[in-house]
């Protein structure tokens, strides 16, 4: 459902808001893999996050 936003944010480089259990974390997309997604922001240099914990996804 959300491999659209992933695709943009992997593609243009546009950063995306993922919002999980009451918290936003901010990433540009590295690598969409099987159930997760890979990323990196100005603090982190390597994000994983799996999708069956995000509740949803906005692109910045």
């Known amino acids: 459902m959300f ?3 992933l695709k943009a ?3 243009t480089k546009k950063g995306l808001n993922f919002f999980i259990k009451g918290n ?3 990433i540009v997309v590295t690598r969409i ?3 997760m997604v890979e990323g990196r922001n100005q603090s982190y240099s390597r994000i994983v996050i799996r999708l069956d914990s995000v ?3 906005a692109i910045a």
Do not use: Y
Request: zero cysteines; aromatic letters at 0%.
């Open 3 to 5: 491999d659209e936003l």
């Open 9 to 11: 944010s992997l593609e």
């Open 24 to 26: 936003t974390i901010g």
């Open 33 to 35: 893999g099987n159930g």
């Open 55 to 57: 509740d949803a996804v």
